[in-house]
């Protein structure tokens, strides 16, 4: 299964509110003409979702293609540079499901993914985006944008086949910004699994 977020596109593994993220993916579900393994492409959160069904189900998996992939140490890091009204506005986002953009429990779903099964031995890209992030006074843009992109690197670690790409020009929304970056990736990996598949 390939997409540019693959949240909106398969059943979701972590706790949720009621009804929220229940969606079933017609390429993982059993009437679909896909079949695995799948190269699971993720963006933001939605490469938390695509890390832990690869770890649940890692014989479905083939490759992982992540677009700036959110991190589930990133909550209590960011705290850690957070003050005053910034620390709670961000500590009501992560503990209150209805108070962020994915409407999950962060917190549950980071010792979720902490808990699940890794490195894989199948490909690991990490696609981070190479504009910082835009001024937002008073947030302090600069040390998050290095907090997100530390932890982006850690994630090389999970894998055997792992490495990491700049997009140079690129914000967050990679896939919106250089779409023939990740597509020309997604073709590179798909090329790579066949000639070692036939050999």
Same mark, same amino acid.
Request: glycine share 4%; aromatic share 6%; net charge negative.
């Given at each position: ?7 909106? %596109?398969?059943?979701?593994p972590?706790? %949720?509110p ?5 969606r079933?993916?017609? /390429? /993982? ?5 896909? *079949?695995?393994?799948? =190269? $699971?492409?993720?963006?933001s959160?939605g490469?938390?979702v695509? *890390? ?7 014989? #479905? ?15 209590? *890091? ?12 961000? #500590? %009501? ?7 962020n ?19 894989? %031995?199948?490909?690991l890209?990490? $696609?981070? #985006? ?12 600069a040390?998050?944008?290095? =907090?997100?992109?530390e932890?982006?690197h850690?994630?090389l ?8 790409? =700049?997009?140079?020009q ?12 990740? =597509? ?16």
């Amino acid at each position: 299964m390939t997409g540019p977020d693959l949240v909106a %596109a398969m059943p979701h593994p972590f706790p %949720a509110p009621s009804g929220t993220w229940q969606r079933t993916s017609p /390429c /993982c579900s059993a009437s679909s003409r896909s *079949r695995p393994p799948y =190269i $699971l492409v993720a963006h933001s959160f939605g490469a938390q979702v695509a *890390r832990l069904y690869a770890a649940q189900h890692p014989q #479905r998996v083939a490759g992982l293609l992540l677009l700036d992939p959110s991190h589930e140490e990133k909550e209590e *890091r960011f705290e850690a540079v957070l003050q005053g009204e910034l620390l709670q506005r961000h #500590r %009501a986002a992560w503990h209150d499901s209805t108070r962020n953009t994915e409407q999950v429990d962060r917190r549950r779903s980071a010792e979720v993914l902490r808990q699940a099964a890794r490195p894989f %031995a199948f490909p690991l890209v990490v $696609l981070t #985006r190479g504009r910082p992030l835009p001024p937002a006074p008073p947030w302090p843009t600069a040390e998050l944008d290095q =907090i997100e992109k530390e932890l982006q690197h850690t994630l090389l670690a999970e894998s055997t086949q792992s490495h990491q790409i =700049i997009a140079t020009q690129s914000g967050h929304f990679i896939h919106h910004d250089e779409p023939e970056l990740v =597509i020309g990736l997604l073709e590179q990996m798909v090329e790579t699994l066949r000639r070692s598949s036939q050999a």
